[in-house]
């Protein structure tokens, strides 16, 4: 095949080479196993360095998921849940996986229906986030669940986000704020302060 694409034929080896010479370019076999092998004539230092750009934006494509990890008690308290769980949501955010690990100490592994209550809560807590994608299971003195980003809940709390901006911009456009008063210090109090 030459460069340009068309068909050149049937060629033995010595007049391909002296066709790919005449041109500068490089005689290059495509199909070693064809009968007769097939070449083309290119550049194939183009060819490389084309092949190389195409591998890279793939890679550059490809998203690095990356699995984080949040661990829970049975008997945590409110504001640890809600601290823990805001940063489950960012990472679910930032699209990647996030391992909920809970804990049992002493007497509580006994009790995995605590454990249960906890994790189903922080599903719900994430629901606009993230899903679950592996279930809790208990694995000794742990019970674990996996969550993996979800973008279509994503984008649907974006999109209910900008409604209710928009709403809240319409009703607050539809009735003015009434300006408020700024109070002016007594003219005593005024003359005073420019003379210290």
Known sequence: MGHDGQQIGIKPLPEALAIARELDLDLV?????ANPPVCRVMDYGKYKYEAAQKAKESRRKTS???IKEMKYRPKI????????????????????????TL????????????????LDQVE??????????????????NMTMVLAPDKRAQAAKQKADAAAAAEASEVAGEA?????PTEEPPADEASETSEA
């Open 64 to 66: 690095n998921v990356v």
């Open 77 to 100: 308290g409110g504001g640890d849940f809600d601290t823990k769980t805001r940063k489950v949501e960012h990472f679910l955010a930032e699209g990647h996986k996030v391992k909920v």
């Open 29 to 33: 076999e495509v199909a070693a196993q």
């Open 176 to 180: 003015p704020a009434a300006p408020t």
């Open 103 to 118: 804990t049992f100490r002493g007497r509580e592994v006994y009790h995995p229906e605590l454990g249960k209550k906890i």
């Open 124 to 141: 719900e807590a994430v629901k606009d986030v993230g899903r679950v994608e592996i279930f809790p299971r208990i694995d000794g003195r």
